[in-house]
């Protein structure tokens, strides 16, 4: 977790989810008395045949495009801000491609937020490119917003956080605690002892394989327990799929907090599968919290 950065970045292009991300990210900016920056990519028009007088039209249209952008997006930032501790906003326009311009400018940040999708400069669908891309490269936690469904979760609803006793796992916890802290929540904290649909074992070792499941969540949350002692937490132990658990568990949470162990380089496109399942299909709110540390992982 980059606790040290400068700010909250946000990634906006002017649809519904961008919408939804910049809303979530004031508040969040709001609660950290962190300063929130709205960025928009201005992608580079290539082409292999002499066209200038069409791409200098393009390019101008671009920068017409992202100052409109912008200015929607600032004014919803201040609408949803309260008076009394609006954030200090900033807005820039960016030039390059989209994914690793937002994975740089995310270095020094406490976290990025970016829709679930979006549309590209020249309204293609991105359908997840950089909220993935992001997920898999950013240097530090991902916060993945889709437009709500039905309303707002509730204020009082609670954070939830997927354990699995990794490296990744025990970052997520800490951000987990953290945003639970700072909403005044209670914290569901949700451990799948196998990761299987159907798990072919019955009687006592279906026990002890349960028993250490319960030793792996007591482990992992004994000491935030005592960092966080008003922090009232639940524990759910699970045997399935975990991805379809937290996405069950997310109908009832503001917040899903998973984390995620990548290899770091544009090569790789590897990417932990229940941390992208939530953040793919999840209603709720989805924070992703890399293990910068370690090279690879489940």
Known sequence: MNANGSGILVG?????????????ATQEAVMRRAPLTLAHVVAAVATSSPIGPILAEINEWQQDNARHVLEQALKTAQACAPESHHPDI????????????????????QMIVVGNRGTGALGRLLLGSVS???????H???????PTRGGSPDADAPVLLGIDGSPASEAATAMAFDEAARRGVDLVALHAWS????????????REYESQGEEVLGERLAGWQE???DVRVHRRLVCDQPARWLIRESEHA????VGVRGRGGFASTWLGSVSSAVAQSADTPVLVVRDASRGQGR
Not at 132 to 138: F, K
């Open 12 to 24: 906006v292009d002017g649809s519904a989810e961008s919408d939804a991300a910049i809303r979530w």
């Open 90 to 109: 900033h807005t820039e326009v960016l030039g390059a491609s989209v994914v690793p311009t937002l994975v740089r400018e995310s270095a020094d940040k």
């Open 132 to 138: 993935t891309g992001l997920v898999h490269h950013a």
């Open 140 to 146: 530090c936690p991902v916060a993945v917003i889709r």
């Open 195 to 206: 990761d299987v649909a159907v798990f072919p074992i019955v009687g006592p070792a279906w």
């Open 227 to 229: 960092q966080y002692p």
């Open 254 to 257: 503001q917040l899903v907090v």
